[in-house]
């Protein structure tokens, strides 16, 4: 499984008023074949961390460990229910929201790859009822993205 395929795999976060559903995709027999990853020294961690009940996003990159991104992407969200959503090793990692307010996230070499995954994930979707705008569907937009210094 290439690697934009395998970041494109994300999770998506339904956000409604004072409650939040989270979705995982599944993971396939192929994911089991591929190489984990090996951490080396010069690696930098970064992650991103969102609040389901206030839609705060933040991220944490350049880290030298991953509990150290996670923590301080968590320290930043600023909200009690903050969690990391997404985190990567010298890469880009991206949150995206649908007109239907779910989140979608991802990670990939690259910013632009990254962000496409996010907006992928979630696909088109029509703000909730009633809406006041139009009706038609409508595709998601990056809220966050952001690489550790040696991504590609």
Not at 28 to 39: G, T
Request: glycine share 12%; hydrophobic share 45%; aromatic share 6%.
């Amino acid at each position: 499984m290439s690697l934009l395929r395998k970041a494109g795999v994300g999770l998506a976060v339904t956000s409604m008023a004072a409650m939040g559903t989270v979705a995982a995709g599944n993971a396939s027999a192929a994911d089991a074949a591929d190489p984990v990853f090996i951490a080396t020294s010069g690696d930098l961690y970064g992650a991103l961390a969102l609040s389901k009940s206030t839609g705060n996003v933040a991220y944490a990159v350049n880290y030298g460990s991953w509990d150290g991104a996670d923590g301080a992407a968590v320290d930043k969200c600023g909200g009690g229910d903050c969690a990391v959503v997404v985190h990567f090793a010298n890469a880009c990692g991206a949150v995206a929201q649908g007109a239907d307010t779910r989140f979608g996230w991802a990670w990939a070499p690259s910013k632009v790859e990254a962000e496409s995954a996010a907006i992928n994930v979630l696909g088109k979707s029509a703000p909730s009822f009633p809406d006041t705008g139009s009706a038609s569907t409508r595709q998601a937009k990056v809220i966050l993205s952001a690489c550790t210094d040696n991504a590609s």
